[in-house]
């Protein structure tokens, strides 16, 4: 193999292909070193057995493409170089070796350089003693470099990617659909940790499905809509999950006993467990709940009931407060307020009354029950019915005639009463107690009304309402 240092004519020098470094980047400063003093170093150069049309041969960079460009840049005709027959290998060999001596390559040029190399014949322990690197070293980079042109295409800089990006990518060689989704997300960590756990969640349903087909235990999805908390099979209860976000399969598997009495349906990556009930327990639970649903259904109709029944008996008192509040004897004021007061304060029960009023809502049954008062509806400067002028209003006819104190204490119920009273015993209770303060102030109260406060509407009262 034959060495000789020569000057060789600029034009005749040819960037090598195979160089694992793809740009030689600014040499802006290099250039201005040459033109003040010459290139002190010549440059590695073979023959690529061609000539020019002046029969001169032709070279083939080795070490040195960052010389020849700034030589070029900086008008030289000539530059020294030293001239070497040597193999593709040996040729790859030095350029990686120069390279990484020098730190001068992104990792996927380096991955690459070790490719050739390989490509070539040369094994990686050979290659890891050549360029002064590990097995594993070597390895990895190989790994790197196996990433396919058209995964490298839609990243939108995929030379600008990290070691660790890299690496990641490799990963999924083995579903190419993953690998070039990460390729071409833009948000690298977060799209590769999902990912991870898609290939993680398969691989462990994968371990999953055979092993409950080695036990036996066929394995069903569920239906569509339902999940482990809204579907049980007939003759099955809930017993437990699978997941694959918990312990590897074989650990929970192997926790229970009786597998193949199990009943078994897979959701996604999680697989539910139903164990079987006697059938005596089914038709009990069956029965229990075809009960439940009657109940329910019948409160239902009593629901709808009830709020067709309020909605005429309100209409009906308001109609009565409206045309009598006004008019009513001395007598029947003076009753009306000494019962609501002692309903209001000591009760009518074995506890202390507990009502809770709005004052808006009070104003406004006022008005319901013909007060006229300065303001009757919202506006900007009056947010709520509760203001100055109307309590000023009010206070001003209570001072004049106190008796008048029975709408307020008649609008606070009736702005409190809703048809859901009727519906339950301690509802019925107050209404019991208002119906009793109406009808000594000369409400008539209809059958369907006493029917009513004789719990008509409750679970278990008459449904001839």
Same mark, same amino acid.
């Given at each position: 193999?034959?060495?000789? *240092?020569?000057?060789?004519?600029?034009?005749?020098?040819?960037?090598?292909?195979?160089?694992?470094?793809? #740009?030689?980047?600014?040499?802006?400063?290099?250039?201005?070193?040459?033109?003040?003093? /010459? *290139?002190?170093?010549?440059?590695?150069?073979?023959?690529?057995?061609? $000539?020019? %049309?002046?029969?001169?041969?032709?070279?083939?960079?080795?070490?040195?493409?960052?010389?020849?460009?700034?030589?070029?840049?900086? @008008?030289?005709?000539?530059?020294?170089?030293?001239?070497?027959?040597?193999?593709?290998?040996?040729?790859?060999?030095?350029?990686?070796?120069e390279n990484t001596q020098r730190s001068d390559l992104t990792p996927i040029e380096e991955a690459d350089g070790y490719q050739g190399l390989l490509?070539? /014949?040369?094994?990686?322990?050979?290659?890891?003693?050549?360029? @002064?690197?590990?097995?594993? +070293?070597?390895?990895?980079?190989? =790994?790197?470099?196996?990433?396919?042109?058209?995964?490298?295409?839609?990243?939108?800089?995929?030379?600008?990617?990290?070691?660790?990006?890299?690496?990641?990518?490799?990963?999924?060689?083995?579903?190419?659909?993953?690998?070039?989704?990460?390729?071409?997300? $833009?948000?690298?960590?977060?799209?590769?940790?999902?990912?991870?756990?898609?290939?993680?969640?398969?691989?462990?349903?994968?371990?999953?499905?055979?092993?409950?087909a080695k036990a036996g235990v066929r394995v069903e999805s569920l239906p569509d809509g339902k999940n482990y908390w809204t579907f049980e099979p007939?003759?099955?209860?809930?017993?437990?999950?699978?997941?694959?976000?918990?312990?590897?399969?074989?650990?929970?598997?192997?926790?229970?006993?009786?597998?193949?009495?199990?009943?078994?349906?897979?959701?996604?990556?999680?697989?539910?467990?139903?164990?079987?009930?006697?059938?005596?327990?089914?038709?009990?639970?069956?029965?229990?709940?075809?009960?439940?649903?009657?109940?329910?259904?019948?409160?239902?109709?009593?629901?709808?009931?009830? =709020?067709? +029944?309020?909605?005429?008996?309100?209409?009906?008192?308001?109609?009565?407060?409206?045309?009598?509040?006004? $008019?009513?004897?001395?007598?029947?004021?003076?009753?009306?307020?000494?019962?609501?007061?002692?309903?209001?304060?000591?009760?009518?029960?074995?506890?202390?009354?507990? #009502?809770?009023?709005? @004052?808006?809502?009070?104003?406004?049954?006022?008005?319901?029950?013909?007060?006229?008062?300065?303001?009757?509806?919202?506006?900007?400067?009056?947010?709520?019915?509760?203001?100055?002028?109307?309590?000023?209003? %009010?206070?001003?006819?209570?001072?004049?005639?106190?008796?008048?104190i029975l709408d307020v204490l008649a609008a606070r119920w009736e702005s409190n009463i809703g048809w859901n009273y009727w519906r339950s015993r301690?509802?019925?209770?107050?209404?019991?107690?208002?119906?009793?303060?109406?009808?000594?102030?000369?409400?008539?109260?209809?059958?369907?009304?006493?029917?009513?406060?004789?719990?008509?509407?409750?679970? !278990? !009262?008459?449904?001839?309402?």
């Amino acid at each position: 193999m034959g060495i000789t *240092i020569e000057n060789l004519q600029v034009d005749d020098l040819h960037a090598n292909p195979n160089n694992p470094r793809k #740009q030689v980047g600014d040499v802006d400063e290099l250039a201005s070193s040459i033109r003040s003093q /010459g *290139i002190k170093q010549p440059l590695l150069v073979t023959p690529n057995g061609e $000539t020019d %049309i002046d029969g001169h041969k032709q070279y083939r960079v080795v070490i040195g493409h960052r010389r020849l460009a700034a030589a070029r840049q900086s @008008g030289l005709s000539t530059v020294p170089a030293i001239v070497e027959e040597m193999d593709a290998r040996r040729e790859r060999e030095i350029m990686l070796v120069e390279n990484t001596q020098r730190s001068d390559l992104t990792p996927i040029e380096e991955a690459d350089g070790y490719q050739g190399l390989l490509d070539l /014949g040369m094994h990686v322990k050979e290659m890891a003693e050549n360029t @002064g690197r590990s097995d594993r +070293f070597v390895r990895r980079r190989l =790994k790197i470099a196996r990433i396919p042109q058209e995964t490298r295409d839609m990243s939108a800089d995929f030379s600008q990617l990290s070691l660790d990006q890299l690496d990641k990518l490799a990963e999924f060689e083995s579903d190419p659909d993953m690998q070039r989704e990460l390729a071409r997300s $833009t948000d690298f960590e977060w799209t590769y940790r999902r990912l991870v756990s898609e290939r993680d969640k398969t691989k462990w349903c994968g371990e999953a499905d055979k092993a409950l087909a080695k036990a036996g235990v066929r394995v069903e999805s569920l239906p569509d809509g339902k999940n482990y908390w809204t579907f049980e099979p007939r003759g099955y209860r809930r017993h437990n999950i699978i997941s694959s976000t918990r312990d590897p399969f074989w650990k929970q598997f192997t926790s229970e006993d009786g597998w193949p009495e199990f009943c078994v349906f897979k959701d996604r990556g999680d697989y539910c467990l139903y164990a079987p009930i006697p059938l005596d327990q089914i038709e009990r639970e069956e029965n229990a709940k075809t009960e439940r649903q009657a109940i329910m259904a019948r409160g239902k109709e009593l629901d709808r009931k009830a =709020k067709g +029944f309020e909605a005429i008996a309100r209409d009906t008192r308001f109609a009565w407060l409206k045309t009598n509040l006004r $008019t009513l004897t001395h007598e029947h004021a003076e009753t009306g307020i000494c019962r609501l007061a002692l309903a209001d304060t000591v009760g009518w029960r074995s506890v202390f009354p507990h #009502q809770s009023y709005k @004052g808006e809502d009070v104003i406004r049954e006022l008005i319901a029950f013909g007060w006229s008062l300065p303001i009757t509806e919202h506006d900007d400067e009056h947010w709520s019915l509760e203001c100055k002028e109307n309590l000023d209003s %009010i206070r001003m006819v209570l001072k004049d005639r106190p008796l008048r104190i029975l709408d307020v204490l008649a609008a606070r119920w009736e702005s409190n009463i809703g048809w859901n009273y009727w519906r339950s015993r301690h509802g019925v209770d107050d209404m019991c107690c208002w119906y009793d303060v109406l009808e000594r102030i000369g409400y008539r109260v209809s059958e369907d009304e006493r029917k009513a406060l004789k719990g008509a509407y409750l679970d !278990g !009262g008459d449904d001839e309402s």
